[in-house]
């Protein structure tokens, strides 16, 4: 199970910080993402962590705004989301890759577990 939260109204050049919970004894083993999917539009790819935390992805209309990091020992990871644009806004969902000890992936289909999303507002 995973659990996203933290998203909420902010004006543009603000910050949010989103939070994943993930419940299950395996959570170190895998790799995870956030993707998100704004109104009227298909999900995509925004930042993704390997399982040990050292390689990191991120789509290129977020490099250097955002950031995805991870804590093994309490099943969480975040995306730090600063200098907010109102393209940011989306519901944002986090997920966890299909494949132990994947690599980072920037695709859908490689995620088979997916949180409910919380929705980012940024208003300009």
């Known amino acids: 199970q995973l659990q996203a939260s933290g998203g909420g109204l902010v004006q543009a050049g603000g910050s949010l910080r989103l939070s994943c919970a993930v419940s299950?004894?395996?959570?170190?083993?895998?790799?995870m993402g956030w993707f998100r999917q704004a109104p009227g539009e298909e999900r995509e790819f925004v930042a993704a962590i390997s399982w040990t935390g050292g390689s990191t992805d991120y789509a290129d209309s977020v490099k250097g705004r955002f950031t995805i990091s991870r804590v093994n020992a309490i099943n969480t990871v975040w995306l730090q989301m600063n200098s907010l644009k109102p393209e940011d806004t989306a519901v944002y969902y986090c997920?966890?890759?299909?494949?132990?000890?994947?690599?980072?992936?920037?695709?859908?289909?490689?995620?088979?577990?997916w949180g409910r999303g919380t929705l980012v507002t940024v208003s300009s």
């Open positions: 997920g966890k890759r299909s494949t132990i000890r994947g690599t980072t992936s920037r695709f859908e289909n490689n995620y088979d577990s």
């Open positions: 299950g004894r395996t959570f170190s083993s895998y790799g």
